[in-house]
């Protein structure tokens, strides 16, 4: 079975709405790294389509999720672990690998929407998401299960 990894923040989660929830006062407090706010990852609703879309996934591959927590947010690693747990369930039980350097991380696709930490030495194949090529959920879909979901 191939080894999939799929990234958090603005594959699963729309970082945007988690922006969206806070407070005026900790937006202001923390513009420029809003990473930072503590709870912000508690806050995000996911992607439209990402949940249906991961659980077609996990049935087809041994599905990884492979985000990255600010480093300066304890918060964010116990945030991150608590919507896995509420939004996803048991198709992602232990299956949530924080890392600042995902390329460590082997497997034969990584699905992520940027390049940093690591996502642009990944040694399978990164299908960027957002990008021209894969602007959202059902074009991911369509290239890994081939209309079969």
């Known amino acids: 079975m191939n080894v999939l990894y799929v990234d958090m923040d603005n594959v699963l989660v729309n970082f945007e709405s988690g922006i969206a929830r806070l407070d005026p006062e900790v937006r202001e407090a923390y513009e420029g790294h809003l990473d930072d706010a503590p709870g912000i990852f508690g806050l995000m609703d996911p992607v439209e389509g990402a949940l249906d879309a991961y659980a077609k996934l996990a049935r087809v591959f041994d599905t990884y999720i492979l985000s990255t927590a600010p480093w300066e947010n304890p918060s964010a690693w116990t945030d991150k672990l608590l919507w896995v747990k509420r939004q996803i369930g048991e198709p992602a039980r232990k299956r949530l690998i924080l890392t600042h350097h995902k390329n460590l991380n082997a497997g034969d696709y990584l699905i992520d929407d940027r390049t940093k930490h ?32």
């Open 118 to 149: 690591g996502a642009d030495r990944f040694s399978g194949e990164h299908i960027r998401f957002g990008s021209g090529r894969f602007p959202g959920w059902p074009e991911v879909l369509d290239y890994l299960l081939g209309g079969t979901d």
